[in-house]
């Protein structure tokens, strides 16, 4: 059994908790003038790093809060856990590991602006299907005729 460190309730078991995804990701300031590609990647695409990983969790069988937490994607370690919108806690053994944009000081728990998005690299192919891979789509739409 996993315990995790609610800010407000204290320790409680891994079950009262569920996973939001990763931590200080800000909403566009006018979603409505995103391309359709800008929006895919601002709803489908996240880091996906080894090692300390900023997460957002909320404690939903408790007190119902939202709060961040640093976790080690490889060992599943609970590293630190903070309130959202209070900066990430430095410690000494994993600071050095979460990227920089992470580690800056934040109020509003958004994204750092100046921080590259690797998402305007990749490709999204909006007519295929997301559950197969390239490969799998292309022999798939060519056997219902749409290619």
């Not at 900023?54 to 408790?62: L, N, V």
């Not at 007190?63 to 640093?70: D, I, K, L, M, Y």
């Not at 994607?73 to 309130?83: C, D, G, P, V």
Request: hydrophobic share 30%; net charge negative.
């Amino acid at each position: 059994m996993q315990l995790i460190h609610c800010p407000w309730c204290g320790p409680r078991e891994e079950v009262e908790f569920h996973y939001g995804g990763q931590a200080d990701v800000a909403y566009p300031d006018n979603p409505a003038d995103l391309s359709d590609q800008e929006w895919a990647e601002f709803v489908f695409y996240r880091d996906n790093q080894k090692g300390p990983y900023p997460e957002r969790w909320s404690h939903s069988a408790g007190c119902r809060r939202w709060f961040n937490a640093v976790r080690d994607t490889r060992t599943y370690e609970f590293l630190a856990i903070y309130k959202v919108g209070e900066p990430v806690p430095a410690t000494t053994h994993w600071s050095s590991q979460v990227p920089t944009s992470v580690q800056s000081n934040r109020t509003s728990g958004d994204r750092d602006a100046n921080q590259p998005q690797e998402t305007a690299k990749r490709e999204i192919a909006l007519d295929a299907t997301t559950t197969v891979n390239r490969g799998e789509a292309e022999l798939h739409r060519g056997e219902a005729g749409l290619v």
